[in-house]
């Protein structure tokens, strides 16, 4: 069941690939930047997370690039697993103005068995 | 095992009734952010306290909506009148070190609200 029944671009892929999605943001003072999972019925849970004087930070089966010239930020997961289906957001930090998070529109990741 | 803890967790009200929705922080954290999120919208900040003071209430109307920190363990957010248009899950969110440390935020699991 959904959570919110949100209308989002959807990636689909095979169990044991591995999935990139992306984000686009459009402060260039965001200073800091975040990826979370929400599971239907949950609250986003996070992932990881990258301050923008870097542009690549690993965790467990993920990774997040971050390229500051084209505000481009994405999130690969390695090995992709059932689990993994949820939809991500991307959310950014301002250095100034309203400093709380502002969050991405979202996207859905399926893994096909 | 520590979380954040919203009740109620789903409610079907219908438009101009008082809707309270509450919240409990994990022990320990000093900051609470409640959020909305819609099919439309997605997630939007309403409201963001600090050490129980509102920091940043921006994404409210006003006119309808106020958020309070009663004590340390309690953030609720009240709707009066209530309309269709409010219909979406108020998620509340509790962090040690705010913004600083924005990873470490940790979600409730939502208030589902229907305004009928």
């Known amino acids: 069941g959904e959570s919110v029944g949100l209308h989002l671009p959807t990636l689909s892929v095979q169990e044991g690939d591995n999935s990139i999605i992306n984000c686009a943001y459009s402060n260039s003072a965001s200073d800091y930047f975040i990826w979370y999972k929400q599971e239907s019925g949950k609250g986003p849970q996070f992932i990881i997370d990258?301050?923008?004087?870097?542009d690549k930070r690993q965790g467990q089966r993920v990774t997040v690039l971050l390229n500051k010239t084209v505000k481009h930020l994405s999130l690969q997961i390695a090995a992709t697993q059932p689990g993994d289906s949820a939809v991500y957001f991307c959310?950014?930090?301002?250095?100034?103005?309203?400093?709380?998070?502002?969050f991405g529109s979202g996207t859905r990741l399926q893994v096909q068995p | 095992d520590a979380r954040v803890t919203q009740t109620p967790r789903h409610k079907v009200t219908e438009m101009g009734q008082e809707v309270t929705m509450r919240c409990q922080p994990i022990?320990?954290?000093?900051?609470v952010f409640w959020y909305r999120q819609t099919m439309m919208q997605g997630l939007e900040l309403l409201a963001y306290f600090r050490n129980r003071a509102p920091l940043d209430d921006s994404g409210m109307p006003k006119d309808r909506f106020s958020a309070e920190m009663p004590d340390a363990t309690l953030a609720t957010l009240k709707i009066q009148p209530s309309e269709p248009r409010d219909s979406a899950v108020y998620f509340c969110a509790s962090g040690l070190r705010g913004l600083q440390v924005p990873g470490e935020l940790f979600f409730g699991e939502g208030s589902r609200l229907t305004v009928l």
């Open positions: 022990l320990g954290h000093n900051t």
């Open positions: 959310a950014e930090k301002r250095t100034a103005g309203r400093r709380a998070l502002t």
């Open positions: 990258i301050r923008s004087n870097m």
